[in-house]
């Protein structure tokens, strides 16, 4: 499996981001997509995931501000960001397993990541 993300990014705080994640390859081994995030000197975290199913999860301090998505037939997940803050700033990772993604050890397979910046 392999996966492609795109669409992080330098915005200011308050301002929003929509990065996406492609999958490709032996997809059929997939049920969750979801995203990861590590800050500099921070451990990596879970930030949310969804099932294809349509079932989603997501850390306590992106609720109500992050909403996941996901198509399947492009395989491909969405996670949009609003109201963003300084404290969103890391390196997002896609990530897709067999299981809800409600933290990394949980992932199958990673992505490379993508920046996102907020500034204050």
């Known amino acids: 499996v392999q996966l492609q993300a795109s669409g992080g990014g330098l915005v200011q705080a308050g301002g929003s981001l929509r990065p996406s994640c492609a999958a490709s390859g032996s997809i059929f081994s997939i049920n969750v997509m979801g995203w990861c995030r590590q800050a500099p000197g921070k451990q990596r975290e879970a930030v949310a995931s969804i099932t294809s199913g349509g079932y989603t999860n997501y850390v306590d301090s992106v609720k109500g501000r992050f909403t996941i998505s996901r198509d399947n037939a492009k395989n491909t997940v969405y996670l949009q960001m609003n109201s963003l803050e300084p404290e969103d700033t890391a390196v997002y990772y896609c990530?897709?397993?067999?299981?809800?993604?409600?933290?990394?050890?949980?992932?199958?397979?990673w992505g490379k990541g993508t920046q996102v910046t907020v500034s204050s």
């Open positions: 990530a897709a397993g067999r299981n809800v993604i409600t933290r990394p050890g949980y992932v199958d397979y």
